[in-house]
């Protein structure tokens, strides 16, 4: 399985299936040590530019300040959507 090429979750699915055969159905738990199971790579997030940020912003729709203000404290604090919605003035501070 492992010269096949199949992802880490296929693999993973079929390594539980032949542990349950070989511990439960022949009682056999010994095999269960030559059986391990495979992580999937993980992946590195992508990581824009200070040009590729200052493109999006500028890009905000609207005349005003507004959106380019919500974009970029959406960005600068990884807010979701729906938390830059529900930010309140209270919740920013000035000081700090």
């Known amino acids: ?6 992802s880490a979750t296929t ?15 022949c009682g056999r738990d010994e095999m269960k040590r030559h059986m391990q199971f495979r992580r999937a790579p993980r992946k590195l ?5 200070i040009k590729e940020i200052g493109d999006i912003l500028a890009a905000a729709p609207g005349p005003g300040l507004k959106y ?3 974009l970029g404290i959406s960005y600068g604090a990884g807010l979701r959507a729906a938390e830059v919605c529900r930010l ?8 700090g």
């Open 11 to 25: 693999f993973n699915v079929r390594i539980v299936s032949l542990r349950f055969f070989f511990g439960i159905t």
């Open 45 to 49: 997030p992508a990581v824009l530019s």
């Open 88 to 95: 309140r003035v209270e919740d920013i501070d000035s000081d």
């Open 1 to 6: 399985m492992t010269n096949t090429g199949m």
């Open 68 to 70: 380019r203000a919500a």
